[in-house]
């Protein structure tokens, strides 16, 4: 028998549970080193990539956002997060369960087959993280994650409210800036319940939501923002949406339609850490588009921000490894 392999965790991890040491430059990519597998046996989390950038309305490049999320979660994956103090995959058992596939020359088959992907992992009895991909992933996600747990709230991260209206004739365009006018009015979520976080784009077209517009968050600080979600969700069932263009450019330059005047990552991390006590079923981060780049700001918001999440999942949990 050869010794155990120190590296590539992605396939040669033995169980879902616990995390372990390789180096953070070198090996197979799999979101936060769990192990990349189809069999959701057991598994809490499936982790899965969504790279869809054809909907964007400025710059494209967020096909690139899961692996440079999972390649820069690498440097996160050696021990328990700050400033949680335990490690969550102690606790959850979290896999990576690879990208959804499409056809890229048949783009009107993609919002289908992103239902169909998730519908499966939803079928299986995992709750689904997903890594875009832009924005309008949400909306097939959406559908399946209201198909299997009914109305959501909504729990939105984004400098735009995504309530842009869609004429009549235009119902079947795939677009980023749309996608919660569709969730609405097909019944998926609940606009009253929800809240969007970070807005700074005016939209005529709100759809019902509540608004935490990125002044008021900037004014009134994470505690009293995540206060206000809480109030808003109430006992409700959430899904968890984060465009990582909430944050300000300095924080998040890699992403397709940057807008100045938001959230420091700081902020964010804060806010989503004290989420605790809703029930939020599934969430996406979206949006990361590695080509504009720059050292990875914006890839290692992202997967801090989805570990963070993690976390809160896993915080009340015992240790099962
Ligand atoms: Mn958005
Ligand atoms: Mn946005």
């Not at 979290?94 to 992992?121: N, Q, T």
């Not at 006992?235 to 968890?240: E, G, I, K, P, S």
């Not at 938001?262 to 949006?287: F, N, Y």
Request: with cysteine; net charge negative; aromatic share 8%.
């Amino acid at each position: 028998m050869p010794p155990a392999p120190k590296n590539d965790f992605a396939f040669t991890a033995e169980r879902l549970y616990g995390s372990a040491l390789e180096n953070t430059f070198s090996g197979a990519l799999s979101f936060m080193r769990r192990p990349y597998t189809r069999d959701l046996r057991g598994v809490d989390v499936a982790v899965t990539g969504v790279p869809l950038d054809t909907a964007t309305t400025n710059r494209p490049g967020t096909r690139f956002g899961p692996r440079g999320i999972r390649a820069i979660s690498t440097e996160l994956a050696w021990g328990a997060p700050w400033p949680w103090g335990f490690d969550p995959f102690d606790r959850l058992a979290v896999v990576d369960y690879g990208d959804c596939h499409f056809d890229h020359g048949k783009p009107w088959e993609a919002p289908a087959a992103i239902e169909k992907h998730a519908r499966e992992i939803l079928d299986a009895g995992a709750s689904m993280v997903t890594l875009g991909g832009d924005h309008y992933i949400s909306l097939p996600l959406l559908r399946a994650h209201a198909a299997r747990h009914g109305k959501l709230s909504l729990i939105h991260f984004d400098s735009h409210s995504d309530t842009w209206p869609q004429a009549e004739e235009s119902a079947g365009r795939i677009d980023h800036g749309s996608m919660f006018h569709h969730a609405v009015n097909e019944n998926l979520v609940d606009p009253a319940a929800s809240a969007q976080v970070g807005i700074r784009t005016h939209n005529s077209e709100r759809m019902g939501f509540n608004w935490l517009d990125a002044a008021w968050v900037l004014e009134h600080g994470a505690a009293a923002t995540a206060a206000e979600i809480k109030r808003i969700v109430g006992a409700n069932q959430a899904y968890l949406t984060f465009d990582i263009d909430c944050l300000d450019p300095a924080f998040a330059p890699g992403t397709g339609t940057p807008v100045t005047g938001g959230l420091s990552t700081a902020l964010a991390q804060s806010i989503i850490r004290q989420l605790d006590g809703i029930g939020i079923v599934g969430m996406d981060m979206v949006e990361v588009s590695p080509p504009y780049d720059t050292a990875e700001i914006t890839a290692m918001a992202a997967a801090s921000i989805v570990l963070d999440y993690l976390c809160l999942r896993a915080k009340d949990l015992p240790e099962r490894k």
